[in-house]
């Protein structure tokens, strides 16, 4: 019986459903008799006579015990990893730029320092070079002066050079505005700490802008500087003689501030 057992675990393991021994084998079951039965032949066409086949010998072998399925997990292989798509980097984060400010050219300005009075006057050369007695805007700076009752002719303060900017014309030295405006202030307060003033003309946009820190807004007005005291803003004198006009305004500046160095007379 375990014979017979293992005979049919063999035969289907090889796919066999049904087949008839040609000798008698040993512990066999005994046949079921509807295989015995012969089978009704199919009609031919043909008047061919039919070739007994006979039965496949089926050698008697060691009946093969059933195994169980083995389920095969694909595992990457050396081709594939080759092939593989590479994983996506992740970008690295760009690095911030620095932020590059403009370069600013070096303004460009010569300033004269005079004394009146009590007044020191910080006036813009529009030509660069030192007053005249005959320049149209030297005269109008006397007449200018006899209106405030200062004295009508100007003294030079110091050896009377210029105040130039720029200091250089090459180098890497900052000659930008920030740095002008410390030049001149330092320069005026130098100056001024030997010989005090009560009021402090700056005449023209270079002498309000690098002196008081004001821009063309501040004309007619007056401005306290630190470290050099009281100030009072004014157009340049070119200003004045292409525009006539500016003069009421400033003559009812003036008239403001006149006290101010008429008390110290």
């Known amino acids: 019986m375990i014979e017979e057992v293992r005979r049919r675990a063999y035969l289907t393991a090889m796919q066999v459903a049904s087949w008839l021994p040609r000798v008698g084998l040993p512990f066999a079951a005994p046949s079921r008799a509807e295989l015995l039965q012969p089978q009704p032949e199919p009609e031919v066409a043909s008047a061919a006579p039919v070739v007994p086949v006979a039965a496949p010998v089926v050698e008697a072998k060691a009946p093969v015990e059933p195994q169980r399925p083995v389920i095969e997990v694909p595992r990457p292989s050396a081709a594939s990893k080759v092939f593989a798509k590479p994983e996506a980097k992740a970008e690295p984060e760009e690095a911030p730029v620095a932020e590059v400010k403009p370069v600013v050219p070096p303004p460009r300005f010569a300033l004269q320092l005079l004394r009146a009075g009590d007044c020191a006057l910080l006036v813009e050369?529009?030509?660069?070079?030192?007053?005249?007695?005959?320049?149209?805007?030297?005269?109008?700076?006397?007449?200018?002066?006899?209106?405030?009752?200062?004295?009508?002719?100007?003294?030079?303060?110091?050896?009377?050079?210029?105040?130039?900017w720029p200091l250089l014309s090459r180098g890497n030295l900052d000659q930008g505005p920030e740095a002008a405006r410390d030049y001149v202030q330092g320069v005026l307060a130098g100056q001024l700490e030997s010989q005090p003033c009560s009021c402090l003309w700056l005449i023209g946009l270079p002498a309000v802008r690098f002196a008081g820190e004001a821009d063309e807004e501040a004309y007619n007005r007056e401005l306290q500087v630190e470290g050099l005291g009281a100030a009072w803003a004014l157009p340049s004198l070119e200003l004045l003689m292409d525009e006539p006009q500016r003069k009421a305004e400033l003559w009812r500046a003036m008239r403001r501030l006149m006290p101010r160095w008429k008390a110290s007379a």
């Open 125 to 164: 050369l529009a030509t660069g070079e030192p007053f005249q007695s005959r320049d149209p805007s030297y005269l109008l700076l006397k007449d200018l002066l006899r209106a405030a009752g200062l004295p009508d002719a100007p003294q030079q303060v110091g050896d009377g050079s210029p105040i130039r």
